[in-house]
């Protein structure tokens, strides 16, 4: 317990004219402060999840997203599609997230809710890219939501369900100046005739 929390129970202590008042008041402050404390470690939880969730969608299909997502998950927009070559068997994977397909990937986590056994997270994709014959980046964004559960086993948070939608960027969230994309873009992506001389 703090110097300052000590301070106050004994002012209180002295003015109350009662040392029982001043306990449960430490007693409530305590229980206050642990909640806290456990809130924030689910948090912390929580988010560390959502970056490893990122993490495995960057490696494309080296990726193993499959490790973070809970018993029964639903997946509202999934982060690949097949080519469609005509055949019955599927074709290759292709792969649609911006944590798989920008030249540069990140994201803010807008809002945490918790309860006991479930969270939801509200996340701001931004995926920057580059057009070379404008010679200028661009972004794309997406507006995301993880539905998230606590498992009774071994307490870990896991994701329940995922939606992601592609959506305009209000002016309040476009990003602001853009990052250069232009040699990320010759390493990776570019054909070297495009890039000669760049």
């Given at each position: 317990?703090?110097?300052?929390?000590?301070?106050?129970?004994?002012?209180?202590?002295?003015?109350?004219?009662?040392?029982?008042?001043?306990?449960?008041?430490?007693?409530?402050?305590?229980?206050?402060?642990?909640?806290?404390?456990?809130?924030?470690?689910?948090?912390?939880?929580?988010?560390?999840?959502?970056?490893?969730?990122?993490?495995?969608?960057?490696?494309?299909?080296?990726?193993?997203?499959?490790?973070?997502?809970?018993?029964?998950?639903?997946?509202?927009?999934?982060?690949?599609?097949?080519?469609?070559?005509?055949?019955?068997?599927?074709?290759?994977?292709?792969?649609?997230?911006?944590?798989?397909?920008?030249?540069?990937?990140?994201?803010?986590?807008?809002?945490?809710?918790?309860?006991?056994?479930?969270?939801?997270?509200?996340?701001?994709?931004?995926?920057y890219f580059y057009a070379f014959a404008a010679k200028r980046t661009y972004e794309r964004a997406a507006s995301t939501i993880f539905v998230m559960e606590r498992q009774t086993k071994d307490?870990?948070?896991?994701?329940?369900?995922?939606?992601?939608?592609?959506?305009?960027?209000?002016?309040?969230?476009?990003?602001?100046?853009?990052?250069?994309?232009?040699?990320?873009?010759?390493?990776?992506?570019?054909?070297?005739?495009?890039?000669?001389?760049?």
């Open positions: 317990m703090s110097r300052n929390i000590i301070d106050f129970i004994c002012v209180a202590s002295r003015r109350r004219g009662t040392l029982l008042g001043a306990l449960v008041f430490a007693m409530v402050l305590s229980l206050a402060s642990s909640v806290r404390s456990q809130a924030e470690t689910a948090e912390d939880e929580i988010r560390g999840v959502v970056a490893k969730w990122y993490v495995q969608l960057a490696k494309r299909d080296q990726g193993q997203t499959w490790e973070l997502t809970a018993p029964g998950y639903i997946e509202a927009t999934p982060s690949y599609t097949f080519e469609k070559t005509g055949s019955a068997a599927a074709g290759p994977r292709i792969h649609t997230s911006l944590s798989a397909t920008a030249l540069h990937f990140a994201y803010d986590i807008e809002a945490v809710t918790i309860d006991p056994n479930f969270a939801k997270v509200i996340v701001w994709e931004r995926g307490q870990r948070w896991l994701i329940l369900a995922h939606q992601s939608n592609s959506i305009g960027i209000p002016p309040n969230k476009v990003t602001r100046s853009m990052p250069d994309m232009r040699s990320r873009y010759c390493e990776t992506t570019g054909k070297l005739p495009d890039c000669a001389g760049e």
